[in-house]
């Protein structure tokens, strides 16, 4: 069993970055597959980002490649979002995930275990 927390959510201008956090407890963490999801309110819950448990591999969604990146570090059971060049149509609640799947998904069912999420707010 794993436990996501995640952090590093705020109110930021438009044009600007932020890392967001995700602190996972519990055993084995450098076995999942790590995602970054996000929700905005009346919407869907959107994949943004993935990341293989050796941080080798990564996968982005179209809407976000290029302005996001994940990275790992498995020595500090983190997994990492920055996020730049921000928009207003960025604002969500931004999730991270975990997977044992054995390929990187975009699935968000594939993912087992769940953060509570951090609020990220862009203005214009």
């Known amino acids: 069993q794993v436990q996501l927390v995640e952090s590093g959510g705020r109110l930021v201008q438009a044009g600007g970055s932020l890392r967001l956090s995700c602190e996972a407890s519990g055993r084995s963490f450098d076995s999942y597959a790590m995602g970054w999801f996000r929700q905005a309110p009346g919407k869907e819950r959107e994949f943004l980002a993935t990341?293989?448990?050796?941080?080798?591999?990564?996968n982005y969604a179209d809407s976000v490649k290029g302005r996001f990146t994940v990275s790992r570090d498995n020595a500090k059971n983190t997994v990492y979002l920055q996020m730049n060049s921000l928009r207003p149509e960025d604002t969500a609640v931004y999730y991270c995930a975990a997977s044992r799947a054995l390929a990187l998904t975009v699935v968000s069912s594939m993912y087992a275990y769940w953060g509570q999420g951090t609020q990220v707010t862009v203005s214009s």
């Open positions: 990341i293989s448990w050796s941080g080798r591999s990564t």
